[in-house]
DNA sequence: CGGCATCCGGGAAGATACTG
DNA sequence: CAGTATCTTCCCGGATGCCG
């Protein structure tokens, strides 16, 4: 029965590009509405279904219901059930799931050019620490070495810069250099749209914090060159 | 009147998604069905409306209508109409809309893992050339130094290696060291489904098209481990 | 023929309420 | 908390027709 609903959902999809390009085949696995922001989500590790619809504003309980059937179907996320007693049931990418980060980053990174790209609306703590990864500019680092603690909503995490590269994930934030304490909007108003840092709750190294906020540049607008209608 | 068209095109759509995360943005620009495929067949030069229709097997008349004036709301695709005498109207991508390429390219390396994909369906002649762009293998290619030519249907594609690089482009085949005359879906089958050369129309080098297809190696599919349901 | 508007049917997405 | 059921909205796809 579920076998069915498996090859039913995964091959026999109503809408489909029949097209051998790997970007249409990628477009019929994950370019349903909500895949791809479900999958971002999960980047950093298993998540519960309410964690999800929390961190998805806007998306409803009967679709993220169907999208993670759909992604469990073709491979890409799976359904686990944590060990008794903390018997709750989470869902978790597969390795190949884990894969979609590049697209996640080159999506990114091209809308970022956009004049329409707002980075004042709602984000969630995923979205910023992946933000860190895409946007990671080796060349401001230098020779930057330091770990950051962040302290988002209910949830924790460990940012370390070491040798020109950025590594971001969930953990304790024990050990740090510095620990930011404030929500994520918060955060990437600083990193991303200049607003002070004075709206930030930091604790230790507050001048390695000045630094780290300048290492994630924003490429260039694309010019307001929007066609005009001739008059 | 056309700029309240762009306006609310561009900033008021229904349906989005209220997030700053530079990904959700980008699906709200060109997340819509067909707009990354429309993208796909300008990479390589303005088209015009029946050469879209005929390469995005399935689209309808409306609804390229209303995804090329949707692209061109947002400032990705510009209408041209050439001089006389062939006055006729083309759509091209702006700069910013090229720089979609690596989003196609890391899509379709993406979905080239997956168990159902089928390089066997039909594909458009810019999708094949796109692809080799893709998937070219540095590596395997070593000091080649080489131009190849296609003819696909009524139009002319040259590829040149040279220094472990490769271009790709629309033009006429004179020149090369070898052309190769057949629809999109044989040259593809070909090199990625590992079909016999036999099927092509090849002038010129023969063994230099015999090493060429070897030059675009697929990822590893993924285990078929689609979890089952437990009996 | 090229491009666009309009109408219609089907189906996916959104909102809300409800159940184990 | 983790979904399911139901109803509404609206996007997609197909067909037709208008107009240059």
Redesign the interface.
Known sequence: ???EK?TEA??SRR?R???????????D?I?D?WA??VM?ELLLGPRRFAELRADL??ISANVLTQRLGEL????VV??QRLPPPAAVQVYAL???GA??E???A???????????????????AV?LLI?FR?MFDPARAGDLRATIGFRIGAGSYRVAIAAGTLAAERGNVVGTDAVITAPA?AI?GVV?AGQPLAGLDIAGDAALVARFVTLFPLPAK?GV?????AP
């Open positions: 029965m579920k076998s498996i995964a091959t809408r590009y029949d097209d051998a390009c790997g970007t249409a085949h990628a477009l696995l370019g509405r791809l922001l971002r504003p806007g469990e179907a073709i491979g799976v359904r597969t390795d190949w894969e979609c590049p697209i996640l080159v999506l990114g990174r091209w809308a970022t050019r956009s004049p329409w790209h707002d980075p004042t609306l709602p984000l969630s979205s933000s895409t909007p990437a991303y694309v060159t929007v066609p005009a209608a």
